[in-house]
Nanobody, 112 residues
Framework: QVQLVESGGGLVQPGGSLRLSCVAS????????VGWYRQAPGKEREWIGT???????NYADSLKDRFTISRDNVKSAAFLQMNDLKPEDTAVYFC??????WGQGTQVTVST
């Protein structure tokens, strides 16, 4: 059974950094793209960026200067490095593999 598990979320002060992880099990991880998304309270889910199976990345224009996606196929993991975090980055962050497999999400809260 395919499973994605996100981790690394938490409470961080404005200007801080976090690195989220997305680990896959029961899946041919290296053959699929991984997308990162987030959903803030009362808002629609927002696309952050995607890393292809070959490591090519694409980002939402509004986030590309602060967020970086990477992957480690040996560990079946993808990562989202977030820098200079702002209160408006507060959301549940999700990863998605291929077209339809979602993780459960990890909460990121940016606050003093």
């Amino acid at each position: 059974q395919v499973q994605l598990v996100e981790s690394g979320g938490g409470l961080v002060q404005p200007g801080g950094s976090l690195r989220l992880s997305c680990v896959a099990s029961g899946y041919m991880f290296n053959k699929y793209s991984v997308g990162w998304y987030r959903q803030a309270p009362g808002k629609e889910r927002e696309w952050i960026g995607t890393i292809s199976a070959f490591g090519t990345t694409n980002y939402a224009d509004s986030l590309k200067d602060r967020f970086t996606i990477s992957r480690d196929n040996v560990k079946s993991a993808a990562f989202l490095q977030m820098n200079d975090l702002k209160p408006e980055d507060t959301a549940v962050y999700f990863c998605k593999m291929g077209g339809s497999v979602w993780g459960q999400g990890t909460q990121v809260t940016v606050s003093t």
